[in-house]
């Protein structure tokens, strides 16, 4: 299933860089989130956000910048990217809040920091 | 949202159903039981989810018992591709996202 797309599939950079991963939904869902998935480990929510211009934080949040400008599209900004945020991130939308309404997962993007 | 115990690791025969026993006994009256799995290096995908009833779709079948303080995720005939690790998630009615905990991973021979 196709509606929800990460970019890049697959990143190495640097630490001290700037790095964005970007995530597109076709569903017009007003939910979207981010998580992070360490080697061996569980999900983690690092940001959420209930529509364009609305985001909170998660469990996981130091480190990270979000922004939602459209609805479409919520990328994940590393500022400075350290050896710590070396994970795969997974991008997630939902129709809207609340238990009733499916998380509906990406395929991932694979950061390494060197 | 409540706290979940699920085995860490689960063996099954191809064909056979497989079991998936999660336990979350402090939960709310409000709060749904959601199921995912991961596949290896895929995202997770939603399986079931229920709040009082057992409930089954394509993929599954979600017996929650009375008390709602366990449930067990049935995979009737399960073959290769359901090796995966399986999440149990209680999730409140007004809770926006998923917590994930450390899950079971269902290993399927031949």
């Known amino acids: 299933d196709a509606g929800i797309t990460q970019s890049p599939r697959y990143k190495i950079t640097e630490t001290g860089r700037q790095v964005t991963l970007m995530c597109h939904q076709t569903?017009?869902?007003?939910?979207m989130f981010w998580y992070r998935q360490d080697l061996g480990h569980g999900l983690r929510l690092i940001y959420y956000?209930?529509?364009?211009?609305?985001?909170d934080k998660g469990e996981v949040p130091d480190g990270y910048v979000v922004s939602r400008s459209k609805t479409e599209n919520f990328p994940l900004t590393l500022e400075s990217a350290t050896r710590s945020q070396t994970s795969v991130y997974f991008c997630?939308?939902?129709?809207?809040?609340?238990?009733?309404?499916?998380?509906?997962f990406g395929e991932g993007s694979w950061l390494t920091v060197v | 949202d409540a706290k979940t115990t699920q085995p860490p690791s689960m063996d099954c025969a191809e064909g056979r159903a497989a079991n998936l026993p999660c336990n979350h006994s402090?939960?709310?009256?409000?709060?749904?039981v959601y199921w995912y799995r991961q596949i290896h290096s895929q995202g997770p995908q939603y399986i079931i989810h229920?709040?009082?009833n057992n409930e089954t779709n394509e993929m599954a079948s979600l017996i929650i018992t009375e008390d709602r303080k366990s449930s067990t995720l049935i995979l009737p005939h399960a073959t290769l591709r359901d090796t995966a690790v399986y999440y149990c998630?209680?999730?409140?009615?007004?809770?926006?996202?998923?917590?994930f905990g450390t899950g079971t991973r269902l290993q399927v021979f031949p």
């Open positions: 402090t939960i709310s009256g409000n709060e749904y």
């Open positions: 998630i209680p999730r409140g009615i007004n809770t926006d996202k998923l917590i």
């Open positions: 229920g709040l009082k």
């Open positions: 569903w017009s869902h007003s939910y």
């Open positions: 956000s209930a529509a364009a211009d609305i985001t």
């Open positions: 997630a939308s939902s129709v809207t809040g609340g238990s009733g309404n499916t998380i509906y």
